[in-house]
């Protein structure tokens, strides 16, 4: 899945010791507001000190995110896990009616045809 937005906040780091095999581990999480004209936010994250430096995410970008949701499991209750694997840089495509540009003028359009009463010998009401 992917979702396209502007950055609104990059948390603090998050870090620790894994528990089975002991080496470090760090996750930073990110909100993401989308462009439309009711936005939604998203939070999400990015695991791995390498991806974090790969990525470098900044308050204000926009940005296209590549993502994966998984569930888990803590005493009884469920948590959703939104974890970026891609993140792309730039601004969307326009969405709506194209803007014609100075090489394509826009044709103007075709005058709208006018219906006159006919009487008709039809039985149909329609």
Known sequence: MEITGKVIAVLEPKGGLSRSTGNPWKMQDYVIETLEQYPRRMC???????KINQFNIQVGEVI??????NAREY???WFN?????KVERGTPE???????????PATAAAPMPTFEAEESTDDLPF
């Open 44 to 50: 999400f994250n990015v695991f791995g000190e390498d």
């Open 64 to 69: 296209t995110v590549s993502f994966d949701i």
């Open 75 to 77: 005493q009884g209750r």
């Open 81 to 85: 896990d939104i974890r970026a694997w």
């Open 94 to 104: 326009p969405q709506g009616e194209p803007v014609p540009t100075e090489e394509a």
